[in-house]
């Protein structure tokens, strides 16, 4: 099973590429053959006709990807832009993938922000989304960490039952 994990906030100081980095080292620990894909690292172009090295090369780990975890910070009450040029561009082949959620917004009421998401990936690629999404505010970080013992224990069980589930869908 071969996952891929697109952190895809450009920002310097992203916390939903923390919540990414630590799904990262749990999928590691279990064993799991997983990357990572950090936007910060690519140069993200909005037009189909002209797309970048780095964007090409997104679209190949992501055409070869069983499964996906998709990072996202809330935006406006919806995905970050950075997401939404990758789904725009990069997704080529991601027909009926199963994908998780990390999500990190500001505050606690943004948390229906993710189902734009899910609308996007569903209704365009009939993929099929692991139920259990990560949400996480600033109030669960600490110096550049997760804080929030909750929030940990989330993770836990989403990568639990991202393994899971994931396996069950591809046998
Ligand atoms: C342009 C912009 C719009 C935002 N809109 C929301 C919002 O609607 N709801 C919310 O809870 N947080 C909002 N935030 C806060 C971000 O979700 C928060 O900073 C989060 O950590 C972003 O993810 P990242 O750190 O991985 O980039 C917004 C931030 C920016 C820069």
Same mark, same amino acid.
């Given at each position: /099973?071969?996952?891929i994990i697109i &952190?895809?906030?450009? +920002?310097k100081t992203?916390?939903?590429?923390?919540?990414?980095?630590e799904v990262l080292n749990k999928l590691r620990d279990k064993k799991i053959d997983c990357e990572l894909i950090d936007a910060r690292d690519l140069e993200l172009n909005t037009s189909?006709?002209?797309k970048t090295p780095s964007m090409l090369e997104t679209i190949e780990k992501i055409n070869k990807a069983d499964?996906?975890?998709?990072? /996202?910070?809330?935006?406006?009450? &919806?995905v970050n832009d +950075?997401?939404?040029?990758?789904?725009?561009?990069?997704?080529d082949n991601v027909n009926g993938k199963f994908f998780g959620v990390l999500c990190a917004a500001g505050g606690e009421k943004s948390y229906l922000a993710t189902i734009h998401l899910t609308q996007i990936c569903m209704s365009q690629?009939?993929?099929?989304?692991?139920?259990?999404?990560?949400?996480?505010?600033?109030?669960?970080?600490?110096e550049n960490k997760i804080s929030s013992q909750i929030t940990r224990e989330w993770i836990s069980e989403f990568v639990n039952e991202f393994i899971?589930?994931?396996?069950?869908?591809?046998s």
């Amino acid at each position: /099973m071969k996952t891929i994990i697109i &952190s895809s906030s450009t +920002s310097k100081t992203s916390k939903s590429f923390i919540l990414c980095e630590e799904v990262l080292n749990k999928l590691r620990d279990k064993k799991i053959d997983c990357e990572l894909i950090d936007a910060r690292d690519l140069e993200l172009n909005t037009s189909h006709n002209s797309k970048t090295p780095s964007m090409l090369e997104t679209i190949e780990k992501i055409n070869k990807a069983d499964n996906l975890v998709i990072g /996202m910070g809330v935006h406006n009450y &919806s995905v970050n832009d +950075s997401l939404k040029i990758i789904l725009d561009t990069c997704f080529d082949n991601v027909n009926g993938k199963f994908f998780g959620v990390l999500c990190a917004a500001g505050g606690e009421k943004s948390y229906l922000a993710t189902i734009h998401l899910t609308q996007i990936c569903m209704s365009q690629w009939k993929m099929i989304q692991l139920p259990r999404i990560v949400y996480a505010t600033g109030k669960d970080f600490s110096e550049n960490k997760i804080s929030s013992q909750i929030t940990r224990e989330w993770i836990s069980e989403f990568v639990n039952e991202f393994i899971s589930i994931g396996k069950k869908l591809m046998s």
